[in-house]
């Protein structure tokens, strides 16, 4: 999720101007879990014009777990699923 705001984009010092702005993002996923996932991030942003410059780092954790796993629901399915009782008396 990106930030609400980024100073470095915003700052008077730059507005009016023409300016040149570099960002690298590098990202890395990984799986705690069966339902669960985590994505740490790193974003780089820099900015220059003919007279300042400005740099911004920004380090990002997000975690997100799935409520509603498909093999997760089958499986409660299958555990809840009572015998018929027509088939259990033949």
């Known amino acids: 999720m990106p930030p609400i705001g980024n100073a470095i984009l915003t ?3 730059f507005i009016g101007n023409v300016a ?3 960002t690298a ?3 890395y996923d990984y799986k705690v879990a069966r ?10 942003t820099h900015r220059q014009t003919e007279t ?3 740099n911004s780092n920004a380090v990002m ?6 409520y ?3 093999a997760r629901r089958s499986l409660a399915a299958r555990r809840s699923k009572k015998p ?3 088939s259990a008396t033949r």
């Open 20 to 22: 040149d702005v570099y």
């Open 52 to 54: 300042n410059s400005a």
């Open 11 to 13: 700052n008077p010092a």
């Open 84 to 86: 018929d009782r027509a």
């Open 61 to 66: 954790l997000a975690v997100k777990h799935d």
């Open 35 to 44: 339902d669960s996932n985590t994505r740490l991030t790193y974003r780089f």
């Open 25 to 27: 993002t590098i990202g």
């Open 68 to 70: 509603d796993d498909p």
